[in-house]
């Protein structure tokens, strides 16, 4: 697989400051592969919760991560406070691409890149729905980027 080349902060509308804790560092002293996932998952949904596309405990649609993959560029450590940028590649009948960019703290050049797909379902019978929601689709919409796919986003 080719090495993805770095990305900027500008080419994300949406960015996320994420305090790095003690316990994301590994034995070799940067943040753990593990938890740029978790990165991930707190910039998508921190996202959809402030613009009222997701409620967590009440919301009839949620969406779960069928895809997720990234590429390191360069450390993270704690403590620092990194950056999370967000876009939104593709929307589908039921499927949302977000892709994801961590920056250092006090950089422009991404530490890593990657995506996370999610497909929409009821939250009952775990369906895939026919439509996202209104609310859901209007909150995409800013995210929304015509860049071609890096090399982590496959």
């Not at 209104?134 to 890096?150: M, N």
């Amino acid at each position: 697989m080719a090495r993805a080349e770095p990305q900027r902060r500008a080419d994300y509308p949406h960015l996320l400051a994420i305090t790095t804790r003690w316990m994301d560092n590994d034995a070799y002293g940067h943040v753990n592969n593990v938890v740029y996932f978790s990165y991930f998952d707190t910039v998508v949904n921190t996202y959809l919760i402030e613009r009222g596309a997701l409620d967590i405990q009440a919301s009839s649609v949620i969406g779960l991560v069928v895809d997720v993959a990234c590429q390191y560029l360069a450390p993270l450590t704690y403590p620092e406070t990194v950056t999370a940028g967000l876009r939104v590649a593709h929307v589908g009948r039921s499927s949302v691409r977000y892709e994801i960019a961590m920056f250092a703290e006090g950089s422009d050049e991404s530490a890593a890149i990657g995506h996370f797909v999610h497909v929409y379902v009821d939250r009952d019978t775990r369906r895939p729905v026919s439509e996202l929601p209104a609310p859901l689709r209007a909150a995409l919409e800013p995210l929304r980027v015509a860049a071609p796919r890096s090399a982590a986003a496959g």
